[in-house]
């Protein structure tokens, strides 16, 4: 699917991560020493942030969307609309975007839905919303997105532990006559399903009920992440870079016209490879999670907010956005964003307040 939003635009835009840190290279705990730096240099991870047991990704985007707020000095009054991707929501029921609602002061008769995404979400969602104040009388909207995918880990799962980090973003946008048209395109293929995949605690294979004998071990190791790692590679290197071609051709422009290039922050071996078959330059293609980790659906803002606060701050650059992974689903985007409020990295202490049911 395609499609071009007129009229929106991006007006600002936070990140949130732990206080947390951990390194397999400082502590290597499982690996080697030489086995550490040989896994960091390859995924381009060195350390994550780690949320505490009591703190969930919707906290993380609560604290980023609150200082967001401020900064931009907008009145939770005339927010329209909220919606929350992740895949970690605080319940079953109800959405969590309806408790952000309550915590963040939003009026009653503001839109407040989740969508369940992962790495392709933040494009997933910034279309969602783009295109719902697009169609309707709706002035501002929130985006927040994040993910704790180190609560979903096997503890001795030496694929997946050191690669995964925990944060939370969010993005302002609103109605303006001024913006850029964005341009989006977007797809699915649900046979490569199986390889990005948590089996367990959904109501197919329910947690609820009392477990005995082998069932538990199984459903034990199913409530965690399980990932494919080389049909994750073949499946990135087969969609993304004709991804990369089509968002292009979709928004009329070449790679000279993009500034930037801010694709999901998988890992550092996949994110090379996809520049090498793209022919980004590497001085646009952005490779940015050594100090975070892969962040699933906040990796894309996270990486904007570290890497190109300055640039998205003081100018106007048009950047190319790709998100690929779980599901198989991906989404490619191209716009323009700035000059904004100084996009920031925000750390959340352990003591922040909960948000509460």
């Not at 240099?41 to 906290?59: C, F, H, K, Q, Y």
């Not at 590679?233 to 993009?258: E, K, N």
């Not at 998205?312 to 992974?325: D, E, H, N, Q, S």
Request: hydrophobic fraction near 45%.
């Amino acid at each position: 699917m395609k499609a071009t939003i007129n009229g929106v635009r991006i007006a600002g835009l936070h990140a949130a991560v732990p206080t947390q840190r951990h390194s397999f290279v400082e502590t290597p705990e499982m690996f080697s020493p030489e086995e550490a730096r040989k896994l960091a240099t390859s995924i381009g991870v060195r350390e994550r942030r780690i949320a505490p047991p009591n703190m969930l990704a919707s906290d993380l985007a609560v604290a980023a969307a609150e200082r967001l707020l401020a900064d931009l000095d907008w009145d939770p009054s005339t927010i329209d609309a909220i919606v929350f991707v992740t895949q970690g929501p605080d319940y079953l029921l109800p959405a969590t975007a309806c408790l952000m609602q309550k915590r963040l002061g939003l009026p009653t008769s503001c839109a407040a839905f989740d969508v369940n995404l992962g790495c392709s979400g933040y494009v997933y969602g910034l279309w969602l919303v783009s295109q719902l104040l697009a169609g309707s009388q709706g002035r501002r909207a929130l985006l927040l997105c994040g993910d704790v995918s180190s609560r979903l880990l096997l503890p001795g799962d030496r694929s997946t532990r050191p690669l995964f980090g925990d944060a939370g973003a969010a993005t302002a946008l609103e109605r303006s006559d001024e913006a850029a048209p964005i341009h989006v395109t977007v797809g699915t293929d649900a046979r490569g399903a199986e390889h990005i995949s948590i089996k367990a605690g959904g109501l197919r294979h329910n947690l609820v009920p009392v477990l005995r004998g082998g069932e538990a071990g199984t459903l034990y190791e199913d409530a965690h992440l399980h990932l494919n790692g080389p049909e994750i590679f073949t499946f990135t290197l087969r969609i993304v870079p004709a991804l990369v071609r089509d968002i292009l051709d979709h928004a009329g422009c070449d790679l000279d016209a993009i500034d930037y290039c801010v694709m999901h922050q998988a890992n550092k071996f996949i994110l090379e490879h996809l520049r090498n078959k793209t022919k980004i330059p590497p001085g646009k293609f952005i490779i940015d999670m050594e100090s975070f980790g892969n962040t699933s659906s906040a990796s894309i803002p996270l990486a904007i907010c570290h890497s190109l606060s300055e640039p998205v701050a003081t100018r106007r650059p048009k950047l190319l956005l790709g998100g690929f992974g779980v599901g198989w689903s991906w989404g490619g985007m191209v716009l323009d964003i700035g000059p904004i409020v100084t996009p920031g990295v925000i750390e959340v202490p352990e003591d922040f307040p909960r948000l509460a049911l």
